[in-house]
């Protein structure tokens, strides 16, 4: 049964990554992988109660993320039928493409460590639509986008979801981590950022044009604004909503796009339903991409499937026996993590150390942090920002492997030595 599972996800697998040669949606491939991993695993197990529990398990644990994803796409999609985003692009100021990719990039990393790297990653690349008209160079902001959401969410304990599970599960600290993984998260960020930067320079931004950047639409500038930052603040509150009621964010980001709908139908109830239509929360959820939510839920089934099966357990327990030293299987399971999600990868690893051998804030957790949540980068769909960004600029994973995986492999790899050299230094 293994074999065959392992067969299955590795074609399923390819069949994603080959999703332009093929012609065949990537979003079929991960499904038809999730069906037939679970199928595979139902007629094999002896327990068919156990399989269906631990089915209905995966699919609130990743409900959960789609959820969320759904409900940040439509406050992106409603706040840019508004021309809510004018509020941000007005104000930058730099003409030179290299100036705004550092510009782009700081903001990303600071951003994603107060939201997360998902809906970072969307909110960004959803700017990034108002300020470039070339495809060129909005796929090379979005790869750098996800980069630094990635380094961004690892260093805060509601950044990334693996660091959130090891703040949880009492593996770190909040503060030790942000003081811990700070740097080694800036180089991993800075030295892709600077690399991008250096090929631009000399570049001009070339803006859309006027019909392209400023739709026709029926709301005014204070309704722009109002919605904007509404919107915005929705976003915002989500990590502070999570923290005080201790619920899911998936029930902030509905909770907040409840109230954004709210607005919304006050704010233009007086207005004629053929002028207001395109503002409402009801067109906005007609223009979210479903394709990309549909791949997002059979991605994440087909890996909860191996999860289940013990198959990363058996993973990381292999690491421990041929390799033995920590850094270098942490370094390895990072690298993993590009392949497969890291959420179950440091599940496997939570569960396979025990605590009162590697303590509260033992290196093992925060060199764990970091390189869960840096090295998904690697590939476009090695983490959630990955994947929503793979999703809204249709980029292709081949061409990621080309132009991003090497910057953020560097990134990754010298982030990981200034942790250890750090560790070193202060213990």
Same mark, same amino acid.
């Given at each position: 049964?293994?074999?065959?599972?392992?067969?299955?996800?590795?074609?399923?697998?390819?069949?994603?990554?080959?999703?332009h040669p093929l012609k065949i949606n990537k979003s079929a491939s991960a499904l038809i992988g999730a069906g037939l991993l679970w199928t595979i695993y139902a007629l094999c197990a002896t327990d068919s109660h156990l399989v269906s529990e631990q089915l209905a398990e995966s699919l609130t644990s990743t409900a959960q993320i789609v959820f969320f994803l759904?409900?940040?796409?439509?406050?992106?999609?409603?706040?840019?039928?508004?021309?809510?985003?004018?509020?941000?692009?007005?104000?930058?100021?730099?003409?030179?493409?290299?100036?705004?990719?550092?510009?782009? *990039?700081? !903001? %990303?990393?600071?951003?994603?460590? @107060?939201?997360?790297?998902? #809906?970072?990653?969307?909110?960004?690349? /959803? =700017?990034?639509?108002?300020?470039?008209?070339?495809?060129?160079?909005?796929?090379?902001?979005?790869?750098?986008?996800?980069?630094?959401?990635?380094?961004?969410?690892?260093?805060?304990?509601? *950044?990334? !979801? %693996?660091?959130?599970?090891?703040? @949880?599960?009492?593996?770190? #600290?909040?503060?030790?981590?942000?003081? /811990? =993984?700070?740097?080694?998260?800036?180089?991993?960020?800075?030295?892709?950022?600077?690399?991008?930067?250096?090929?631009?320079?000399?570049?001009?931004?070339?803006?859309?044009?006027?019909?392209?950047?400023?739709?026709?639409?029926?709301?005014?500038?204070?309704?722009?604004?109002? #919605?904007?930052?509404?919107?915005?603040?929705? =976003?915002?509150?989500?990590?502070?909503?999570?923290?005080?009621?201790?619920?899911?964010?998936?029930?902030?980001?509905?909770?907040?796009?409840?109230?954004?709908?709210?607005?919304?139908?006050?704010?233009?109830r007086h207005k004629e339903d053929e002028f207001k239509h395109r503002l409402t929360l009801v067109h906005a959820l007609t223009r979210i991409d479903m394709s990309s939510i549909v791949f997002f839920l059979g991605i994440l089934l087909a890996v909860s499937a191996l999860e289940h099966t013990h198959i990363l357990t058996m993973l990381a327990q292999w690491?421990?026996?041929?390799?033995?030293?920590?850094?270098?299987?942490?370094?390895?399971?990072?690298?993993?993590?590009?392949?497969?999600?890291?959420?179950?990868?440091?599940?496997?690893?939570?569960?396979?150390?025990?605590?009162?051998?590697?303590?509260?804030?033992?290196?093992?957790?925060?060199?764990?942090?970091?390189?869960?949540?840096?090295?998904?980068?690697?590939?476009?769909?090695?983490?959630?920002?990955?994947?929503?960004?793979?999703?809204?600029?249709?980029?292709?994973?081949?061409?990621?492997?080309?132009?991003?995986?090497?910057?953020?492999?560097?990134?990754?790899?010298?982030?990981?030595?200034?942790?250890?050299?750090?560790?070193?230094?202060?213990?």
């Amino acid at each position: 049964m293994l074999t065959a599972l392992i067969v299955v996800f590795v074609v399923a697998y390819t069949a994603i990554a080959l999703e332009h040669p093929l012609k065949i949606n990537k979003s079929a491939s991960a499904l038809i992988g999730a069906g037939l991993l679970w199928t595979i695993y139902a007629l094999c197990a002896t327990d068919s109660h156990l399989v269906s529990e631990q089915l209905a398990e995966s699919l609130t644990s990743t409900a959960q993320i789609v959820f969320f994803l759904m409900g940040a796409m439509t406050i992106v999609e409603v706040i840019d039928a508004h021309n809510g985003f004018q509020v941000i692009t007005s104000r930058i100021r730099t003409s030179n493409l290299s100036s705004l990719a550092w510009l782009v *990039g700081f !903001v %990303t990393f600071f951003l994603s460590a @107060i939201l997360d790297n998902l #809906t970072t990653t969307i909110v960004m690349i /959803s =700017l990034m639509r108002k300020l470039l008209a070339k495809d060129e160079d909005r796929l090379i902001f979005a790869g750098n986008i996800v980069i630094a959401a990635n380094s961004g969410g690892a260093w805060s304990p509601i *950044g990334d !979801v %693996t660091t959130t599970m090891l703040w @949880i599960g009492g593996q770190i #600290t909040s503060i030790n981590i942000i003081k /811990s =993984l700070f740097l080694p998260a800036l180089v991993s960020m800075v030295v892709p950022l600077a690399l991008t930067a250096y090929a631009l320079r000399g570049r001009l931004i070339e803006a859309p044009t006027v019909s392209d950047s400023h739709r026709d639409t029926q709301a005014n500038p204070f309704e722009s604004s109002l #919605t904007f930052f509404m919107g915005l603040g929705v =976003l915002v509150a989500v990590p502070a909503f999570k923290t005080v009621t201790h619920l899911p964010p998936y029930m902030g980001v509905l909770f907040g796009l409840g109230l954004l709908w709210l607005m919304g139908d006050l704010l233009h109830r007086h207005k004629e339903d053929e002028f207001k239509h395109r503002l409402t929360l009801v067109h906005a959820l007609t223009r979210i991409d479903m394709s990309s939510i549909v791949f997002f839920l059979g991605i994440l089934l087909a890996v909860s499937a191996l999860e289940h099966t013990h198959i990363l357990t058996m993973l990381a327990q292999w690491l421990d026996a041929v390799i033995g030293r920590l850094d270098v299987i942490v370094l390895t399971l990072g690298m993993l993590s590009a392949i497969v999600d890291n959420v179950p990868l440091v599940a496997a690893s939570m569960g396979m150390y025990e605590m009162a051998q590697f303590p509260t804030d033992h290196f093992l957790w925060e060199f764990l942090a970091y390189c869960a949540g840096t090295g998904g980068s690697i590939l476009i769909i090695g983490s959630a920002a990955g994947v929503a960004a793979m999703g809204l600029e249709k980029i292709n994973f081949f061409w990621y492997v080309k132009n991003i995986s090497p910057l953020a492999v560097v990134g990754y790899l010298l982030g990981a030595g200034v942790y250890i050299l750090q560790y070193e230094w202060l213990h």
